[in-house]
């Protein structure tokens, strides 16, 4: 079986940004998101990996890279945790101040972390 590829969502993610609907930038937002979180995730070493239940993932994920004693990986953690703050204010919160140019900003954000994410992985 093959896997499907999580930095697919960044292309849709920019077609929604690009969008004049709010629920397209929700939506956009929220993929940019999962996009970075599934990469970040399966760049960490297998026994990591198996460390993580899927009720921690998000958090556990940031945090190992934010914990990581390389700038990048750090770079990452935050970029990924602001990602999934984001991303809540736009799954959960019915006020947000949300528009085209803001949900491409997120997108290009998450694009960032994932160049960041192939040139440098996970590293403790």
Known sequence: MISFDFTEYLDLAEELAARADE??????????????????????????QATISHRTMHRVTWRLYSDSSVQ????????????????????????????????ARLVADAREAMERLRRHGYQP
């Open 23 to 48: 629920a397209a930038w929700r939506s956009a937002i929220s993929r940019s998101y999962y996009a970075v979180l599934h990469v970040a995730y399966r760049t960490l070493p297998p026994r990591l």
């Open 72 to 103: 990048a990986c750090r770079q990452i953690g935050q970029a990924g945790t602001r990602l999934r703050d984001r991303r809540v204010d736009a799954d959960y919160r019915p006020v947000a101040m949300l528009s085209s140019a803001r949900a």
